[in-house]
């Protein structure tokens, strides 16, 4: 294809998105205290963008639901992501994304933690180290430009 | 004379060597009141215009041209003449002259009386004298405004010039650069284009000098003092580039480069410009570029991100396909439709055979964008893809990929529907019917629920093609509809059977009839057996949703007037049924929607008239008075519910607003001495007593029939009268003000408004008007009166009645609705009575039932009564204030938008104020008031942040989870103010929202979590 760029994976597979959680009688009950689950953090990350493709992190795949585990009672997060070929170069950006999101969306008291899902990527544990130093992502965080890129992800489209 | 021509000088004098400008004004005006004439001017100017100072000259040419622009209209063609050549002299003089030289020439061009030839000359002098590009501004839009005139009034003359014409022009504006010029000069090559000028040699000349501006990049000045706007540039620009096919070889490479383009917009414009430029092209315009345009457009579509532009790319494909099909072949040319549907074939067929990957849809909708477009483009099309698309469907296991699939043979068979204009031709898909009809089948009889659900879309469309699907695909097609209604759980599923159902039932009714609707009517009438209990319940519940399904699909499927007369019949026997105890409230209720459904979509005709109005409607009131008679002793009937009656009201209302007024008329009568005189005789199954007094009886099973009164009455269109009407309203006004029952005195006030409402003007009216009111008041004063209640409800209805129309009676009301607001025991109730007032009842008073409906009757009261509202509320008591706010919230909810925002500025202290009220319902409604203002803020809003940013934020700790939720909308909304405005607030409100993200209700947090994300990418 001439002119543009060319894209790394250019056709990638798609998924099928899951609708909207459904509403259960007690979400209106203001009696009933709804605990944090694994639907509700695959909820705030799912709709994320890809950074190549007019795509979400579901859609691609990228990110599963079975790959998401909360105990809120613990105040801790565990999300795992795939990236959708073993090379991928985004896959930092991607890591970064998932964590800025969460950070962004959860009380304090909540632990953290993203990561590659094993054995799915080149330089795993390289990535894995750099989503879990906190002071590496403060700092990145800090580049306007990087930091860019990561609202843009981040940014809903038009719903 | 002689003080004339003085007078003359002088002014000629001050305006050359005093340089006072204002003088040629007055010589204008005093030329134009024929004081002096044109050539006493030219001889009074004798000496400047002679005089060695250019500038000298120039001030006197100048007086000149400004009294002829002002005095063009009274020139003769003698002197246009002398004008026209002095002036041409003059354009070879020094160049302080030339401004206004063409001043002059352009008022001269505007001249009816233009002697022939002048023109021509005019062109050639002005051409080979004055290199236009080194004037300013104002003298080249004088040199363009010229050519526009001389090509309105003498288009002749100037084609007669040839190429020249086009040359000089094309010499004048090269170069230019002001957009407000640049519209003039897109204006003139428009003309040249479209109405035929002689290009000559110069196409490419003219193309570049205008195409160097494509594409068009402008961004008006802030305070836009000129009005010209992107759009309109790039229209004018685009009418000249796509005007003629002249212009293909030149435009369409400069596309496909521009198609390159980074620039989004800039995409988007060369899509559009193709789009346009092709409807004007034959085939061998487009033939040699087919290639590259292909393979931009294909890259646009597969790899954009912008929905924008993939659509104008597809729309692009679908001019070129539909350009190359119009075209008519000579025997030697090859045919480039066939070149052209190859290459998109070649590249996207393929993807079509990956259901999993991205590219499927763009390919899928790059054909159907082709297949659109002409018959013989879809008859290629389709006959390369549907056979591998079936194929596949047959070979794919996996739900997902034959979901996929079908949706794409779906989009296909839209597709082809647009571009098929002859009744006669066969539908392109007769050679697949068998096998698209057993795809299609096959898929309804999966078990997976979204694969039955686009199956069911798939079938919708393949009836809409005309004579597609044989009697026995659609007898079958039924079957198959039939048994997922009766056995399929799944909503979604369901929905989607019944639209099908609907949609199949309009084209094919005979099926429906003979098949569809015996067996449905056989499943809900059956009983299920009860073995076990436990497993009785469930089975109970199946059923009752079995039986939902029935009664939405026989709604559906009834828009022909012969399926109506078979459903309706099947809809009452339930409501019959219902007494005896077969069904339960929930199940009658429904099939009085159906009923109501079907009356809203029938055509109106005099069969589904009768039907309605002969046999529905008094079987309706037998079986509601039927249920009242017997009384609550015994085996209570559903048909006494409130739900019930007030769900087969609009059934009625519905009927009567819209089928046959004659037949209207005549339900309404029977139904006025039905409840006036207990005349019975018209109902079916007459076994009642004779003795009935439905507006009299203290029982409230058989008050509340009044309900079903304001159905038969009330919404008839206003042609028709209602008989008895002064009786009827007496009756009504007892009633409202002395029966117990809640829906008895509400539907009593209701009928009453209704009729005031459509009565006509006069004494009559107002004295009946008088008379409820003296009855209200005495009862509302009388604080020993247990009927308060009921004489706020009546008054209320009668305000709204009197409000809509404009009566001149209102405002009384008026004013004791805002005395109530003080009154310790009514006031909530009144400020409640406000929203009643503002908003448009479903059932009542509304355009549908034919009500007096002025409009803007909302504005109007706010505007007459915000300022009563605000000094009610300065002179309130502490604890009455709330009732203001309530009633202000209410009032200002209900505005259009437009409204609010001018009187919001007005209003706002108080509306902050009413967020900080203690009363939910305030801050309830207040902040449903506030967020849509906050989508779009007015200046005075934005002043107030701070005091709004506090105020919300307080409110996200709300013991009430709606004013959390709503509280934290209005947060988010303001996150879309302009950003310097907030970003000074941006830390304090990321903080505060760090709470609501740890609430306890879920809806909560979700809401926060969008505010809060939203709020971190402000400023970014």
């Keep these: 294809m001439s002119g543009g760029t060319t894209l790394e994976n250019a056709n990638p597979v798609i998924f099928q998105r899951s609708g909207e959680r459904l509403l259960a009688d007690t979400d209106a009950d203001e009696d009933v205290h709804d605990p944090i689950d694994d639907r509700e953090i695959f909820d705030l990350i799912r709709s994320i963008n890809d950074p190549e493709h007019p795509l979400s992190l579901e859609e691609l795949n990228v990110l599963e639901q079975v790959r998401v585990k909360v105990n809120d009672a613990e105040s801790s997060v565990d999300v795992q992501f795939t990236p959708t070929i073993p090379h991928c170069s985004m896959a930092t950006l991607i890591g970064l994304s998932i964590k800025v999101k969460l950070l962004r969306s959860l009380p304090e008291r909540f632990k953290i933690d993203v990561s590659i899902t094993p054995g799915t990527h080149a330089s795993e544990e390289a990535v894995n180290k750099q989503l879990a130093d906190k002071e590496r992502v403060a700092a990145a965080l800090e580049n306007s430009s990087l930091l860019e890129v990561v609202n843009q992800c981040l940014t809903n489209k038009s719903t | ?1020």
């Design chain 2, 1 to 1020: 004379m002689a003080a004339d021509s003085a007078l003359l000088l002088s002014l000629v004098e001050e305006y050359v060597s005093g340089l006072q400008d204002s003088k040629a004004k007055d010589t204008a005006t005093a030329v134009k009141n024929g004081e002096f004439t044109v050539l006493q001017l030219v001889e009074a100017l004798g000496l400047s215009l002679t005089s060695s100072q250019p500038h000298t000259r120039a001030r006197g040419v100048q007086l000149l041209s400004e009294v002829l622009h002002e005095c063009y209209g009274g020139l003769t063609e003698k002197e246009v003449e002398v004008l026209l050549v002095f002036y041409e002299n003059r354009l070879k003089d020094h160049h302080v002259i030339t401004p206004p030289v063409l001043q002059g020439l352009r008022a001269l061009t505007k001249c009816t009386v233009l002697p022939p030839g002048s023109a021509v000359s005019m062109l050639r002098s002005l051409f080979q004298d004055v290199h236009v590009q080194s004037l300013m501004l104002t003298e080249r839009a004088y040199v363009y405004n010229m050519l526009i005139n001389l090509m309105a009034i003498r288009e002749a003359e100037l084609k007669g010039l040839g190429p020249d014409f086009v040359f000089g022009f094309v010499q004048s504006m090269d170069g230019e650069r002001d957009p407000r010029n640049l519209l003039l000069a897109f204006q003139i090559a428009k003309g040249i284009v479209l109405r035929g000028y002689d290009l000559g040699k110069f196409t490419e000349e003219l193309f570049e000098v205008t195409s160097c501006y494509f594409p068009i990049d402008f961004s008006p000045p802030p305070n836009d003092p000129h009005g010209i706007t992107r759009e309109e540039l790039i229209l004018t620009l685009r009418d000249v580039l796509a005007g003629t096919p002249r212009f293909a070889e030149f435009l369409l490479p400069l596309i496909i480069e521009k198609l390159d383009s980074d620039v989004q917009s800039a995409k988007l414009d060369s899509l559009q410009t193709l789009t346009a430029c092709v409807s004007q092209y034959e085939h061998k315009d487009l033939a040699e570029f087919l290639e590259g345009l292909w393979a931009s457009l294909r890259r646009e579509v597969f790899q954009t991100s912008s929905e924008k532009i993939e659509s104008a790319g597809l729309a692009a494909v679908t001019a070129i396909t539909s350009c190359l099909s119009r075209s008519v072949l000579n025997s030697d040319s090859e045919d480039s439709l066939s070149t052209f549907l190859e290459l998109v074939l070649k590249d996207c067929t393929h993807h079509l055979c990956e259901p999993d990957l991205k590219l499927v849809w763009p390919s899928a909708k790059l054909l159907q964008a082709a297949c659109s477009a002409s018959f013989r483009a879809s008859c290629v099309i389709t006959a390369a893809t549907m056979p591998s698309l079936i194929e596949q469907y047959t070979n794919r296991a996996q739900c997902s990929q034959r979901r996929t699939l079908l949706e794409v043979v779906q989009k296909f068979i839209q597709s082809v529907k647009t571009c098929q204009t002859s009744e006669s031709e066969d539908s392109v898909f007769v050679a697949f019917r068998p096998s698209l009809c057993s795809m299609v089948f096959s898929a309804l009889t999966e078990t997976n629920s979204s694969l039955q659900v686009t199956a069911c879309s798939v079938l919708t469309s393949l009836a809409q093609q005309p004579g597609l699907l044989l009697d026995s695909d659609i007898e079958l097609a039924v079957d198959h509809l039939t048994r997922l209604l009766l056995t399929e759980q799944d909503h979604t599923v369901s929905v989607a059977v019944v639209e099908c159902a609907g949609a199949l039932a309009e084209l094919h009714p005979a099926a429906f009839i003979s098949n569809f609707i015996p067996r449905l009517k056989t499943e809900m009438f059956s009983e299920p057996i009860d073995q076990d209990n436990n497993r009785a319940e469930s089975e109970q519940l199946s059923h009752h949703a079995v039986r939902q399904r029935c009664l939405s699909a026989l709604a559906a499927v009834s828009i022909k007037p012969s399926v109506v007369q078979e459903s309706t019949p099947v809809l009452l026997q339930v409501l019959s049924a219902a007494h005896t105890g077969g069904f339960s409230v929930e199940e009658v209720v429904l099939a009085c929607r159906s009923l109501q459904r079907i009356a809203e979509q029938v055509p109106d005709s005099e069969e589904t008239g009768r039907c309605f109005h002969d046999v529905i409607i008094p079987r309706l009131l037998s079986l509601a008075l039927q249920a009242a008679l017997q009384g609550e002793d015994g085996n209570r009937s559903p048909l006494l519910e409130e739900a019930v009656l007030s769900s087969m009201v609009p059934i009625i209302s519905t009927s009567c607003s819209r089928l046959q007024p004659t037949l209207a008329l005549q339900t309404a009568s029977r139904a006025v001495s039905l409840f006036l005189d207990g005349d019975v005789s018209f109902l079916p199954d007459n076994s009642f007593p004779s003795n009935i007094q439905l507006l009299k009886q203290h029982s409230w099973t058989q008050t509340q029939m009044v309900c079903l009164l304001v159905g038969c009455v009330c919404s008839l269109p206003r042609s028709v009268e209602v008989p008895r009407v002064d009786e009827l309203l007496s009756a009504l006004e007892e009633m409202s003000c002395s029966a117990l029952h809640p829906l008895s005195y509400t539907s009593a006030a209701k009928c009453l408004s209704g009729l005031l409402n459509k009565k006509p003007h006069g004494d009559s009216l107002d004295s009946r008007i008088h008379s409820t009111m003296k009855r209200v008041c005495r009862e509302l004063d009388s604080s020993s009166s247990s009927v308060h209640t009921q004489a706020f409800t009546l008054m209320i209805w009668v305000a709204k009645a009197l409000l809509l129309r404009y009566h001149p009676l209102f405002p009384a009301l008026t004013d004791k609705l805002f005395s109530l607001l003080d009154d310790a025991a009514l006031g909530p109730l009144a400020a409640d009575g406000f929203s009643l007032l503002m908003s448009d009842s479903p059932d009542i008073l509304n355009r549908g039932c034919h009500a007096d409906v002025r409009i803007m009757y909302r504005q109007r009261f706010f505007s007459e009564n915000s300022a009563k509202l605000v000094q009610g509320f300065n002179a309130a008591p502490q604890e009455k204030k709330p009732n203001f706010l309530k009633a202000l919230s209410n009032i200002v909810n209900k505005l259009p938008k437009q409204v609010q925002l001018t009187e919001l500025p007005a209003l706002l202290s108080l509306l902050l104020e009413a967020l900080s009220c203690p009363d939910l319902g305030v801050q309830l409604s207040t902040l449903s008031c506030l967020q849509p203002v906050l989508v779009d803020p007015p200046p005075s809003l934005i002043q107030q942040l701070e005091a709004l940013i506090g105020r919300l934020l307080a409110l996200t700790g709300s013991p009430d989870m709606e004013v959390r939720i709503s509280s934290l909308r209005c947060i988010h909304a303001v996150s879309q103010f302009p950003e310097h405005e907030i970003l000074p607030v941006r830390a304090r409100v990321l903080r505060a929202l760090a709470r609501p993200l740890d609430d306890r209700k879920r809806l909560v947090r979700r809401e926060a979590v969008h505010a809060r994300n939203d709020w971190f990418l402000v400023g970014s």
